[in-house]
């Protein structure tokens, strides 16, 4: 089955930090993949999606993300972290199921950022 | 502006009552999702629909049901045989069930069923 994996349900970092949030993937053809962020009591907005066009993604506020294939990773970046950037990220794949396409998301990774 | 719109933000029910939670949403998108998330979780499939008028189960469907009467609209019912509501709902939206396409979410309802 497919799935995805996002390791460390918490991740901390200090203001002005590099941000690093792993995200994992288990797919049997090329996947298209999407990282979204959550901030407290909030829907979900986009931050960035792969959609095979380039391995290296950039997204918005400053985030970024590699696909790496032989690794089956899309970890998501960002050189310097802002207290802004305190809120929950989750990675999810896009998988053919049931004769559609549906997302399937990770657990989520909650960043806090010391100031 | 276009976008997704669910109401209420906040939704209080007693047990053994049925409650529905509005999604609608203005983008012409042809898809549209229900997830539930509970804490320490990712995001679980309740209901999609692709089109109007029809709709198909997700992964946890057992005591909700849903409608699509119209592209913008697409309500979810909470029903007195789901065992554990209290949760915070999300709604979502996108072009249509291609696989590059993103989905668009809504705020999100907070159900509490004491």
């Known amino acids: 089955a497919q799935s995805v994996t996002q390791l460390g349900s918490h991740v901390s970092v200090s203001e002005g930090a590099l941000v690093l949030l792993r995200c994992n993937y288990s797919?049997?053809?090329?996947?298209?993949l999407f990282w979204y962020v959550q901030y407290p009591n909030q829907g979900l907005q986009l931050l960035l999606k792969?959609?095979?066009?380039?391995?290296l993604v950039k997204g918005i506020n400053g985030f970024e993300a590699e696909f790496k294939k032989s690794e089956t990773s899309f970890h998501l970046t960002k050189p310097s972290a802002h207290m802004s950037d305190a809120a929950e990220y989750f990675c999810?794949?896009?998988?053919?199921?049931?004769?559609?396409?549906?997302?399937?998301f990770g657990s989520g990774t909650r960043l806090l950022v010391r100031p | 502006d276009g976008g997704i719109t669910q109401s209420p933000k906040y939704l209080f029910r007693k047990e053994g009552q049925n409650v529905t939670l509005s999604c609608e949403q203005n983008?012409?998108?042809?898809?549209m999702y229900w997830y539930r998330q509970d804490p320490g979780q990712g995001l679980r499939l309740i209901y999609y629909?692709?089109?109007?008028?029809?709709?198909q189960k997700g992964d946890i469907a057992e005591g909700y049901s849903v409608s699509r009467e119209k592209k913008e609209s697409f309500p979810l019912t909470v029903t007195s045989a789901q065992k554990n509501p209290t949760a915070f709902y999300l709604c979502?939206?996108?072009?249509?069930?291609?696989?590059?396409?993103?989905?668009?979410f809504g705020p999100g309802t907070r159900l509490t069923v004491t």
């Open positions: 629909s692709q089109i109007v008028n029809d709709f």
């Open positions: 983008l012409n998108h042809d898809a």
């Open positions: 999810a794949v896009s998988v053919w199921m049931d004769s559609s396409y549906k997302l399937i």
């Open positions: 792969y959609t095979s066009a380039a391995t």
């Open positions: 797919s049997s053809v090329p996947p298209y």
């Open positions: 979502a939206s996108s072009i249509s069930g291609g696989s590059s396409y993103e989905q668009y």
